[in-house]
């Protein structure tokens, strides 16, 4: 077990967003995490991952080193690609030639061209943005990795790109992973395991393995699972819920 | 491509600053056109033509006191601007980091600012005499308020979302602070610290005229006691062209080198 959450609750000016979490995140093991919007997922991967404080319940870390990959990549416009990803390796004060090795690998496991390593930010498109973001999560050799809601804003070709080339490192490297998602094919597709939160915060509605192992599901798996979740009554507020705010 | 940059890179710089002279050139050629009009129209005495004005600074350059005073009024002015920058930009930093000592110092710089830079003149002669400290005083006084309100804003309007970025790979206060907030406090500095260059100048020879504490502004005193008006156009250019060179030499080179990051951005053909 690396992380494990005891009775976690969490509220924002006194408005409850949920209580009594109880999660554990086993040792390479990545879990899903969705829920209907406003139900408090990043809220949850904020405080497993330390950036705010719960309200209640208690933390138990297990590892050394985490990352974050956010929803947006927030690069600093002012560092070049590289230094970007060797970020997490000078906040902890790993010396320059390790840095730059330990940059050039994750650089290539990404999908990243050594020439675009010394542009910024700006002259990057959306998707290799993306992917300094997910290589300076790697590039720290996490034992956990957060994800948040990573890949929502990019197209369908690219969000399947970015989803092998996160399930290839979990798989390599071993690291266990929290990661948030509202598209349930998403999921489906990287994780082991998969949560759901309620929109009422009553903790989850469900918590359950999903069959076989990420990167070896078919597509038409991964679909049929899908299919039959959605006429699920534990899905039903991750599918209605919308249908609700949309009529 | 990118390897061999450097000395190129320079070099595109240099020829592009160069260029942009031009410009600048030409906006300033129109001025002493005006000038030149205006000399014809009101005569010597009142307003003597650009040449007189350049023939006057020619022979003032030559002059060994000159120098002296010159360099005089140069220190003075970089200790009051060195010290308003310092303090202006550390005080609205904290101030921009911990909302009760922006509650508390917000009012104090609106007084400060209140408060005629003449007024400040003439407390610091009663307290520091006739020596450069009335001048670095009133520059530090002048131009500290610019570099509050700066640093404040810089840091109030700091990317939360890059901050809890750097957080969650464990980076310490510092280190958010030089990667984090620095870069981006720059870009709200440079103007403010612009403007104090330029004042820092101005109101060195204004004390110094007022206090008669030697350096540009006694000068300039002198000339105007002797009616030597060309000696006092010449000694006006001589500040103009100091403030200009602190601009261009040495606060707008700092300013491209920091922000090579942002040109990175601007597609081909914007770029300048």
Redesign the interface.
Known sequence: MKLRLQAIGHAFLGRQVFEKIDLSIDSGQVIALVGPSGCGKTTLLQIA???IEPSQGRLHRKYR????V?Q?P?L????TARDNIA??L???GVEKELRAKAVERRAAEVGLNA?DL???P??LSGGMRQRVAVARGLA?DPDIV?FDEPFAAVDVGLKRVLQDLVIEAAARDHFSALFVTHDLAEAVRVAHRLVALSGNGEGFATDRSIDGTPGTRTDREVFDIVETWSRDPAFHELFDGAREHAS | M?EVAPGLVFLGWLGRTIWSAWAGAAGLCCLTAAWQAGHEFYGSFILPSPLEALEALAALIREPTFAEAAKETAKRSAAGFVLAVGFGTIAGAIAGYSFAAMRLMRPIITVVLGVPPIAWIVLALVWFGSTGGSAIMTVVVAGLPISFAGGLEGVVTRDR??D?????????AW?RFR??TA?HLVSYLFPAWTTTAGTAWKVTVMAELLSNSGGIGGELATARALFDIPRVMALIVAVVACVLATEYLLIHPLRDWLGR??E??LPWGVKR
């Open positions: 991952a330390g950036l080193r985490h990352a974050v956010f947006e927030r600093l416009p002012w560092m970020y997490g000078r906040s902890v020439r010394d542009k910024y700006a002259e720290v957060f | 990118r979302a890059l809890a970025m750097a957080r969650s790979f464990g980076a310490s280190m990667t984090v870069p990051w942002r990175a951005g």
